[in-house]
Nanobody, 128 residues
Framework: QVQLVESGGGLVQAGGSLRLSCAAS????????MGWFRQAPGKEREFVAV????????YYADSVKGRFTISRDNSKNTVYLQMNSLKPEDTADYYC?????????????????????WGQGTQVTVSS
């Protein structure tokens, strides 16, 4: 298991930007595939973005493609989610997660159940 701590959430107007950060513990962060998920009130947790440890390939939900960017700094054990052109429908609790079992020879995994460790979440509210 790895400990994850998110930060950077807050209240922003529609069209604005926020950058979420997720700091991870442990010496093997570079070997973790990292993802961002979100959960709005009354809804299921949904995939937002993932960055694989092998090759740094990124994947995005269609709803955020072109607006959000996931990145990682292995020297700081941190993964980021840059969110631009925010919309009210982006309002949710955002969680980072680590997939400790990812490997280059398997398809990318995007379901919450595939991720092993989770942060406590950070709230993002976008006002119209």
């Amino acid at each position: 298991q790895v400990q994850l701590v998110e930060s950077g959430g807050g209240l922003v107007q529609a069209g604005g930007s926020l950058r979420l950060s997720c700091a991870a513990s442990g010496p093997t962060f570079a070997r973790y595939t990292m993802g961002w998920f979100r959960q709005a009130p009354g809804k299921e947790r949904e995939f937002v973005a993932v960055i694989r440890w092998s090759g740094g390939t990124t994947y995005y939900a269609d709803s955020v493609k072109g607006r959000f960017t996931i990145s990682r700094d292995n020297s700081k054990n941190t993964v980021y989610l840059q969110m631009n052109s925010l919309k009210p429908e982006d309002t949710a609790d955002y969680y980072c997660a680590a997939d400790l079992g990812d490997a280059p020879w398997i398809p990318v995994r995007l379901r919450p159940a595939d991720f092993d460790s989770w942060g406590q979440g950070t709230q993002v509210t976008v006002s119209s």
